[in-house]
């Protein structure tokens, strides 16, 4: 029998979630041309079953220069649970070094599994964030002592504490995982090892107000139980004091479908909402939910000879951009952002280290709304009723994507996106946090045709750098995880 070879190097972590341990040593490893097949990677306390020299490598002597989307992608991969993710993403650095663009070429097996693995620990953030259900355990010194048991995928907890720590600074708190805990106290954040559900208490006088809270934003006309189970998978119930209400709330949703629509009937103001509660579905794809924007508009109508202009971009984008409706050009191309303000938009994510293809860009109208003036169409802005009756579709766009960052351009981009009326001069800028069921944050800002509308030049100037200023505060928070 013929011994297998000893790789040449073992490469050490401390911890799982070693994301700064396996960039130097990944940096050190390439600096010296190690090849992937010559490193075997672990952490701590696992036994070297291979020989070979462990951790004999000195730090690179310069700087090693790497694809930055190679290194941001790995770098949210790297939390998985995947005992084979070290080899994978060693040997996608290790190739993006010599083949640009790899970070985008998702018919490459290993650059779509790292995107896999790297939208399995966004989804299960957006777990994290969403079924946390903290309960009160004590107060000491004036501050309120709360505890919650969580059960993550992945090796996400310390990646996630910072959302906490934003979210609940003005209380002392402990989230228990079997794979690590963070611990919030006095303004400090630190970690320990895992716990059980034991640790934290199972109900508290809160029970009372996260079920009231429930009951009031439950949408009885939104009702998909397949899907309710996909986004919130049942090993979840038991930590949500919620949870308890849903056989009753699924049970009288027909009963209060009815009562919703008949309002609608004698209502004026309700119909609107009825008729997007109607029309609103769940959409397994971006392409499922285009085909039937197709048949909507085939169904409806549009008028005047324009055509339906869907969104297009990245299905797993981390920044969501939210124009007003298409223009004169974007109607004749059928694509979005392609005339003149569509041209300057795409200078300033340019200047703003954006990549339009890796992001998503769409319309909360999908049709050109205009005023003819002999041959020349002239943008008319949509009316609140329109704006509303395209909002669903959008926001199925939005939940198949599940961005980090939304970026609205305009005020009837915030319309449509938060679905009433919101002063643009009062948020422009702002980092507004989204409902932990949408996820995310987004930025508001302006639309760029604004910047083509001013005659001042010096005045045009101020206001572009805010602009770009707004695209680069929304790319620093795709980078850092929203």
């Known amino acids: 029998m013929i011994a297998a070879a000893s790789p040449s190097v073992v490469a050490t972590l401390e911890r799982e979630d070693d994301?700064?341990?396996?960039?130097?040593?990944?940096?050190?490893?390439?600096?010296?041309?190690?090849?992937?097949?010559?490193?075997?990677?672990?952490?701590?306390?696992?036994?070297?079953?291979?020989?070979?020299?462990?951790?004999?490598?000195?730090?690179?002597?310069?700087?090693?220069?790497?694809?930055?989307?190679?290194?941001?992608?790995?770098?949210?991969?790297?939390?998985?649970?995947?005992?084979?993710?070290?080899?994978?993403?060693?040997?996608?650095?290790?190739?993006?070094?010599?083949?640009?663009?790899?970070?985008?070429?998702?018919?490459?097996?290993?650059?779509?599994?790292?995107?896999?693995?790297?939208?399995?620990?966004?989804?299960?953030?957006?777990?994290?964030?969403?079924?946390?259900?903290?309960?009160?355990?004590?107060?000491?010194?004036?501050?309120?002592?709360?505890?919650?048991?969580?059960?993550?995928?992945?090796?996400?907890?310390?990646?996630?504490?910072?959302?906490?720590?934003?979210?609940?600074?003005?209380?002392?708190?402990?989230?228990?995982?079997?794979?690590?805990?963070?611990?919030?106290?006095?303004?400090?954040?630190?970690?320990?090892?895992?716990?059980?559900?034991?640790?934290?208490?199972?109900?508290?006088?809160?029970?009372?107000?996260?079920?009231?809270y429930y009951a009031s934003i439950f949408n009885p006309a939104r009702i998909m139980t397949d899907a309710m189970r996909a986004e919130m998978p049942k090993k979840y119930w038991k930590n949500m004091p919620e949870a308890s209400l849903i056989p009753e709330l699924l049970e009288s949703a027909p009963r209060r479908v009815a009562e919703m629509n008949t309002r609608a009937m004698t209502d004026p103001k309700q119909a609107i909402s009825a008729k997007m509660i109607r029309e609103s579905a769940q959409y397994g794809s971006l392409e499922e939910l285009n085909a039937t924007l197709l048949a909507f508009a085939e169904e409806h109508d549009l008028g005047n000879g324009v055509r339906l202009v869907a969104g297009e971009g990245s299905a797993d984008a981390d920044l969501f951009f939210i124009g007003e409706q298409p223009g004169d050009q974007e109607d004749l191309a059928g694509r979005p952002f392609v005339g003149p303000a569509g041209q300057l938009f795409g200078q300033y994510l340019q200047s703003a280290d954006i990549d339009r293809s890796s992001a998503y860009v769409t319309n909360a109208v999908k049709r050109f709304n205009f005023q003819e003036r002999g041959k020349r169409r002239i943008h008319q802005t949509p009316k609140a009723g329109e704006i509303d009756l395209w909002a669903p579709f959008l926001m199925q766009e939005h939940q198949l994507v599940k961005p980090k960052v939304s970026v609205t351009l305009g005020a009837t981009a915030l319309r449509g996106f938060f679905g009433r009326p919101v002063k643009l001069s009062e948020v422009r800028g702002e980092t507004i946090p989204l409902p932990d069921d949408v996820g995310g944050v987004c930025v508001p800002t302006f639309h760029p045709s604004y910047l083509l509308r001013i005659q001042d030049e010096g005045q045009r100037q101020v206001e572009g750098r805010k602009f770009k200023a707004d695209l680069e505060k929304a790319r620093a928070l795709a980078l850092d995880g929203a």
């Open 19 to 212: 994301l700064e341990g396996w960039k130097a040593k990944a940096r050190a490893l390439i600096a010296q041309r190690v090849p992937p097949e010559a490193v075997v990677w672990r952490t701590q306390g696992e036994g070297d079953l291979f020989g070979g020299s462990t951790d004999q490598f000195p730090p690179p002597a310069a700087e090693i220069k790497l694809p930055r989307k190679a290194v941001q992608l790995a770098g949210t991969a790297i939390y998985h649970a995947s005992r084979e993710r070290f080899d994978l993403l060693y040997r996608f650095l290790w190739r993006s070094q010599s083949e640009p663009g790899l970070a985008e070429k998702m018919s490459d097996p290993d650059t779509a599994a790292v995107h896999r693995l790297a939208k399995a620990i966004r989804r299960d953030a957006h777990k994290m964030h969403a079924f946390v259900r903290f309960r009160k355990v004590g107060e000491i010194g004036g501050r309120e002592q709360f505890g919650a048991w969580f059960e993550p995928d992945h090796h996400i907890v310390e990646r996630e504490a910072p959302f906490f720590v934003r979210r609940f600074s003005n209380m002392d708190w402990v989230i228990v995982t079997p794979r690590k805990t963070a611990i919030y106290q006095n303004g400090k954040l630190f970690f320990r090892d895992g716990g059980r559900r034991e640790d934290v208490p199972g109900d508290d006088s809160f029970e009372d107000a996260w079920k009231a």
